[in-house]
């Protein structure tokens, strides 16, 4: 079945800074790869998500890149701020519609 | 936000009783979930339904049992829990077609096992 490594497990930036995370993936299948948002004490939100036909996708200060060859994946984020603080879950899926995820990053905004 | 609701929202049980956790999706979707999130193992992904039929179960212990009447509601009933099974329970909900799409998620349900 599909394995997804999520690094790092924790990550502390000062504001302004940019923040990325990897995530890497075991099959070739997959098709959809979505990135969560987890405030503490909240439900897990989708804040962007990519499919295998497209490298690149971005939504103001966040962005998502695919390497299907290397099947890695990678969330930025620019202009750190503190409402970023959260923990981030990326995530892959196949035509079986059921969602694999890794294990989070906690990431800290310094102001 | 209303699109998926769960109750309770905390619930402390014995590991002698029996419990159910509610879950009602307002999205019009047709494929619901159910996942455990601990500290350990965040997001581990237990039951899914598609079109009411139970497609997937993670080799999830008897003493978890699904039951997902319709396209709208999803259960999962506790009986003799065990310590360990303490976590966060959200489920979540998704028009699943052909392919993966996003899946929305509920308050989750913390249960604490004494």
């Known amino acids: 079945g599909e394995n997804v490594e999520q690094h790092p497990s924790t990550l502390s930036v000062q504001e302004g800074d940019s923040a990325v995370i990897k995530c890497t993936y075991s099959?070739?299948?997959?098709?959809?790869f979505p990135w969560y948002k987890q405030e503490l004490g909240k439900r897990p939100q989708l804040i962007i998500d990519i499919r295998s036909n497209v490298g690149e996708k971005k939504d103001q200060r966040i962005a998502v890149t695919l390497n299907k060859t290397a099947k890695h994946f990678s969330l930025h984020i620019t202009e750190t701020q503190p409402e970023d603080s959260a923990v981030y879950f990326c995530a892959c899926g196949g035509s079986q519609g059921n969602l694999i995820f890794g294990k989070g990053t906690k990431l800290s905004v310094k102001p | 936000e209303t699109g998926v609701t769960q109750t309770p929202r905390h619930l402390v049980m014995g590991m002698t009783n029996k419990k159910s956790l509610k879950c009602e999706q307002h999205?019009?979707?047709?494929?619901m979930y159910w996942y455990k999130q601990s500290a350990k193992k965040p997001l581990e992904l237990m039951f899914v339904y598609n079109f009411k039929e139970q497609t997937e179960n993670n080799s999830v212990p008897s003493r978890f049992s699904p039951e997902c009447p319709n396209s709208s509601h999803l259960f999962l009933h506790l009986h003799t829990l065990q310590p360990e099974d303490s976590a966060l329970y959200l489920c979540?909900?998704?028009?699943?077609?052909?392919?993966?799409?996003?899946?929305?998620f509920g308050p989750g349900t913390r249960l604490t096992v004494t």
């Open positions: 099959d070739s299948a997959s098709n959809y």
């Open positions: 999205l019009g979707h047709n494929a």
């Open positions: 979540a909900s998704s028009q699943a077609q052909t392919g993966t799409y996003e899946q929305y």
